[in-house]
Each structure stands twice: as structure tokens, then as C-alpha cells.
């Protein structure tokens, strides 16, 4: 059983590697082809209409109940952050990521963390410290079904979590089936098995919103509310639906 307090749970997956931003990213080495289908899939050729992201992160597990509401903006990296600290007191901050002094590590790192499991699919691509290895067609974790086999090595130094590994599994449509999160350190939990469920579109753009996960085998529900998008030259956000 892993024992969970609250800073546990707003700490559980920070990143391996800090966020790169589509304009940072130089091809550093070449992905798989599974690896641009599923990016694709999930709307990369149109991001960079996206004026703005925000979404509602969710995690419930054994009576713990932890939401972060955030803003991004991906042309100008600002964000905005509506939740709690990390004592449980309510908290709201708005910051520019390249002049983040004064902004509590821990907000960061949970920005990226969230992020991540929002946009799973471009960071493949984005992430150009990571090595990506297509593994071929292996069976689900969870499940009896089948998926292309992507394995996404984060280097062991540099990020809020160095080393770490995702498995990352791709259905035939090119959408992500399940992943499993190996951690890099010696910390627990060690293994997060999710699903990738509950499919919606927001603009040009396509989320799962639902991962009825595992994290060493103890049962833990993440998830995603509020998700919309706001396109450039747009004062209208478009919900997901």
C-alpha cells in the first residue's frame, strides 16, 4: 500500500523533463512514425491556433480529493492557477514561466505534471531530451486488447523527475490506449498503470478526460473537468464535447 498524504498527492507525477514549448522545439531525433500518427491524431498540425488551454485536473483516491484548475497560454508560456498550497489553503497566482520568482516550486512542477497528462501525446514529440523507441504491437496492461508500443526515456538528470519511463500504447486510430509510468527515483509509488478513456474534442484539439488508473496496484481516479480551448483572434472559449 503506498501511504498518501496530501503533499504526496499534489507531488505524485512532476515531470520528468521541463516543458518545451512547439516554438522551442528543434528535431533533435527523429520519432517513430506511430509517434507523429498519434500526435496528429490528437490535433498537433492545428496547435498552433491554440491561443489558450484550461482545464480542471482531478485526482480521488482512498478518501483524498485533490483539484487544480488552470490557464495556459502557449504562445506567451503565462499561466494561471486556481487551487490550493501546499498546506491546503486556498490559492490563486498568475505567472509569466521564464520569471517564475516567487512562485512556489511545487505549483510549477504540478502545472507541468497536469499539463503532461493533458497533452501526453505532443510531449512525445515536443521533448526532445526523451529517447522514443517503437516496441511493435504488445498486449494491453490492463485488458485483452493490443496496441503499438512506444517507450518514452526521460534522461536520469535534469527535471523535477529525472529518469523516469512511459509506456505509452497506440490504437490503430492513432489514440492513446493506456500508458504505465515507470518512476526514474527510488519514491512510490513506482508504477502508475492508466487508461485513456472518455474521448472529447475541443476545437481542433482531442483530449481523454478519464483514467481509471493504478499506482502500484492501489486503485486512484484521475481526470479531467472544464476542459476548453480558445483559438487565436478568438474571445470564445470552446468547451469539450
Given at each position: 500500500?503506498?501511504?498518501?498524504?496530501?503533499?504526496?498527492?499534489?507531488?505524485?507525477?512532476?515531470l520528468?523533463?521541463?516543458?518545451?514549448?512547439?516554438?522551442?522545439?528543434?528535431?533533435?531525433?527523429?520519432?517513430?512514425?506511430i509517434?507523429?500518427?498519434?500526435?496528429?491524431?490528437?490535433?498537433?498540425?492545428?496547435?498552433?491556433?491554440?491561443?489558450?488551454?484550461?482545464?480542471?485536473?482531478?485526482?480521488?483516491?482512498?478518501?483524498?480529493?485533490?483539484?487544480?484548475?488552470?490557464?495556459?497560454?502557449?504562445?506567451?508560456?503565462?499561466?494561471?492557477?486556481?487551487?490550493?498550497?501546499?498546506?491546503?489553503?486556498?490559492?490563486?497566482?498568475?505567472?509569466?514561466?521564464?520569471?517564475?520568482?516567487?512562485?512556489?516550486?511545487?505549483?510549477?512542477?504540478n502545472?507541468?505534471?497536469?499539463?503532461?497528462?493533458?497533452?501526453?501525446?505532443?510531449?512525445?514529440?515536443?521533448?526532445?531530451?526523451?529517447?522514443?523507441i517503437?516496441?511493435?504491437?504488445q498486449k494491453?496492461?490492463?485488458?485483452?486488447?493490443?496496441?503499438?508500443?512506444?517507450?518514452?526515456?526521460?534522461?536520469?538528470?535534469?527535471?523535477?523527475?529525472?529518469?523516469?519511463?512511459?509506456?505509452?500504447?497506440?490504437?490503430?486510430?492513432?489514440?492513446?490506449?493506456?500508458?504505465?509510468?515507470?518512476?526514474?527515483?527510488?519514491?512510490?509509488?513506482?508504477?502508475?498503470?492508466?487508461?485513456?478513456?472518455?474521448?472529447?474534442?475541443?476545437?481542433?484539439?482531442?483530449?481523454?478526460?478519464?483514467?481509471?488508473?493504478?499506482?502500484?496496484?492501489?486503485?486512484?481516479?484521475?481526470?479531467?473537468?472544464?476542459v476548453a480551448?480558445?483559438?487565436?483572434?478568438?474571445?470564445?472559449?470552446?468547451?469539450?464535447?
Amino acid at each position: 500500500m503506498i501511504n498518501l498524504g496530501r503533499l504526496d498527492v499534489l507531488r505524485l507525477f512532476a515531470l520528468s523533463a521541463l516543458l518545451m514549448t512547439p516554438s522551442a522545439v528543434s528535431w533533435a531525433q527523429q520519432r517513430p512514425p506511430i509517434a507523429d500518427k498519434m500526435a496528429k491524431t490528437h490535433g498537433l498540425d492545428s496547435f498552433g491556433q491554440i491561443e489558450g488551454i484550461r482545464y480542471t485536473f482531478n485526482v480521488e483516491r482512498s478518501g483524498v480529493n485533490v483539484f487544480r484548475s488552470w490557464e495556459w497560454n502557449p504562445k506567451t508560456d503565462s499561466v494561471s492557477y486556481e487551487g490550493q498550497d501546499k498546506d491546503g489553503k486556498p490559492l490563486k497566482v498568475t505567472y509569466q514561466r521564464s520569471q517564475a520568482t516567487g512562485v512556489p516550486e511545487d505549483i510549477d512542477a504540478n502545472f507541468l505534471n497536469d499539463q503532461y497528462w493533458l497533452l501526453l501525446p505532443f510531449h512525445v514529440i515536443w521533448d526532445t531530451s526523451a529517447t522514443v523507441i517503437d516496441e511493435g504491437m504488445q498486449k494491453l496492461p490492463l485488458g485483452n486488447e493490443s496496441g503499438e508500443k512506444l517507450v518514452v526515456k526521460y534522461p536520469s538528470d535534469g527535471g523535477y523527475s529525472p529518469g523516469d519511463t512511459w509506456d505509452v500504447y497506440v490504437g490503430a486510430d492513432g489514440r492513446v490506449q493506456e500508458f504505465v509510468w515507470h518512476r526514474g527515483g527510488p519514491k512510490k509509488p513506482s508504477v502508475v498503470i492508466a487508461p485513456w478513456t472518455d474521448y472529447k474534442k475541443a476545437g481542433p484539439l482531442l483530449f481523454s478526460l478519464d483514467h481509471q488508473s493504478k499506482a502500484d496496484d492501489t486503485p486512484v481516479h484521475f481526470f479531467f473537468s472544464d476542459v476548453a480551448v480558445k483559438l487565436t483572434g478568438s474571445e470564445n472559449w470552446i468547451n469539450a464535447q
